[in-house]
């Protein structure tokens, strides 16, 4: 065993209110259910700001001014084509591939170019995080549309990063009602500090690799339905309760066998999260325009008898469910959509950790056997 700290000497399953290291990036407060970017409040964020306006706060840690958001958009507006041998390689993809496995896969093969992380500087670094930032959208529509038999339609770049994505699965220009709630959803996922695939980005960072393995890492460890999976796994239990009138029995069956409600819970939150609380307004709202209020309402009876058996509430992704079934899109697009808002996260992340490194490598308690008397291959049972 490595050397103890002994003043840290802690031993907690999942690091659960371990503090893994600083960061300037963002600040949660799980008691009181508040959540700042980069100082500013959620609210104050997804009230004002796009998603490009939201990700040079997070990247570069001060809001633009008119000429650097104007210039910001334009940068990721010129790198969101993908390279013709990507395009051939997506159309190799086996139908039963998933859209978050294409996206991990495309994002690792993008880093050919790359120079050693220990040569290149932090602009460079930052160059090549932008790039991705503005490719995983096209990678995520031109897959969907290749696995669903159609064209993949190119990136418009009369458009902003949201209309741009609805555009490029749809092939219409979006209503600008729809792009303006995915680009609000973008927000307040773009960011939430140690969370799971954060962390990893950091971690992988930490040995300086990287920044193409950094954001394969950091998909592969969203894709976990304890985490951006969610969304999805929400949308079919929404499916499977049917109506309101079924929520009951659900949940009393699910709580009998230990087992999870997907969209509840928090390991920071212990009060409502804050983005569940913007996005259940959005959800709302466009489920009476649809005039489809079922999933919406088996959401608020969920609440009630949550929050009652086990004070446990909404969390980022119960909501977002709702939303995205109310804008049309499928439910194998919840995931990636989760993955392209937090990209710029990662990217603040990523420069973060670079900046100011030291390996991350925590100790372990062993737990196994010691001491076994080793026994040839020849007498083994
Ligand atoms: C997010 C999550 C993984 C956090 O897990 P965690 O911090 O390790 O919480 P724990 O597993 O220790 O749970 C604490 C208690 O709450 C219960 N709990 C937590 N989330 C629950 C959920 N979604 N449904 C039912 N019970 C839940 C646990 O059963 C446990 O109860 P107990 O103390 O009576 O045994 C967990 O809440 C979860 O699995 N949620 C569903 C998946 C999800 O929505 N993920 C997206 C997160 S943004």
Known sequence: MGKVNKKLNVKVKGLEGVIAGQTNISYIDGIKGKLFYRGYSIEDIAQNCSFEE????????KLPNKTELKNFAEKLKRKRSLPQHTIKMLHTFTKNMNSMEALRTVVSSLSSNDKDPRVSSYNEKLDIGLSIIAKMP???AYHYRIKNSLDPIPPNSKLSHAENFLYMLTGKIPESEGAEVLDKDFVLHAEHGFNASSFSVRVTVSTLSDVHSAYTTGIGTLKGPLHGGAATEVLLMLKSIKKPENVTSYVDKILLSHGRVMGYGHRIYKTYDPRAKILKKMAEKLSIKNNNTTFFEIGQKLEVI???????YPNVDFYSAI??????????????IFAIARSSGWLAHILEQYT???LIRPLEEYTGSMNLKFIPISKRK
Not at 54 to 61: C, K, R
Not at 323 to 336: A, D, M, W
């Open 306 to 312: 949550m929050s009652d058996k086990k004070k446990i």
């Open 356 to 358: 100011n490194n030291r």
């Open 323 to 336: 939303v995205y079934h109310n804008l049309n899109l499928t439910h194998e697009l919840y995931s990636p």
């Open 138 to 140: 096209t990678i995520v």
């Open 54 to 61: 939201t990700s040079y706060l997070l990247i570069y840690g």
